[in-house]
């Protein structure tokens, strides 16, 4: 088991009303899955992935990340394991604008402490693995908007993460380019990579090889 999320809650407090944006949520991905989180806005789905990804802590409940207890870690513990264990991918690509694509992909290895030679031959490695080997010293503004989500792919693939979590991957993107980078994602997941997908389109989270629903915070199905 790779991540356990065990009866986890998470309540906000807004003046004396209490939202419960995620309630007694429990579910298990193992190493190696393609799992899509899928639900509609508001569902608690965006709540979840912050707290998978390591970004926000639960108000109650668990979450355990290969056999270790994640949630009353410092926030500076956190920022290494996400750093260590967690690529990545949002709808809105969080590219640099003023930074070449491979200076893009260096950035979480700048924040590993890489070495800059190792740094350069990781990231070039990457880059050539989604098909963007000869646009290394292209800045986003030179790049489409499937080049720039394959940029994010590999910045999140660096550092050889245990989790590539992506958010609306392909939101931003028509569909043609669309189905290219989910099949980039198959193709990582045949290598041994596990993806977690949240997405609230039904045909993009149905390509995953399970789907987990989420409405009202809870899972659903």
């Known amino acids: 088991m790779i991540l356990s999320v065990q009866h986890v809650s998470k309540v906000y407090s807004l003046g004396e009303e ?15 899955e393609f799992v899509s989180i899928v639900g509609p806005s508001g569902s608690g789905k965006s709540t979840l992935m912050h707290i998978i990804g390591l970004l926000d802590s639960p108000t109650s409940g668990r979450v355990v990340l290969e056999d270790r207890d994640v949630t009353t870690l410092s926030e500076q513990k956190l920022a290494r394991l996400r750093n260590e264990y967690i690529g990545f991918v949002f ?16 950035l979480p290895m700048i924040y590993g402490g890489v070495s800059t030679n190792e740094r ?8 050539e693995l989604v098909g963007l080997g000869e646009r290394l010293q292209s800045h986003p503004n030179q790049l489409s908007g499937g080049q720039q989500q394959r940029v994010a792919i590999a ?3 660096v550092m050889n993460p245990a989790i590539v979590l992506a958010d609306e991957p392909t939101g931003n993107l028509d569909s043609k380019t669309g189905e290219d980078i ?6 990582l997941n045949d290598s041994g990579h596990t993806i977690i997908l949240v997405t609230h389109n039904h045909a993009v989270a149905a ?9 009202d915070g809870k899972v659903v199905h």
């Open 18 to 32: 209490e939202v419960r944006a995620l309630d007694d949520v429990s579910l298990e991905i193992k190493k190696s």
């Open 91 to 106: 709808q809105q690509f969080n590219l640099l604008s003023k930074t070449s694509a491979i200076e893009n992909v260096e």
């Open 120 to 127: 350069e031959k990781r990231a070039v490695e990457m880059l």
């Open 155 to 157: 910045r999140a693939l």
């Open 182 to 187: 989910m099949a980039l994602f198959h193709k």
């Open 207 to 215: 390509q995953a090889h399970r789907q987990i629903h989420i409405q």
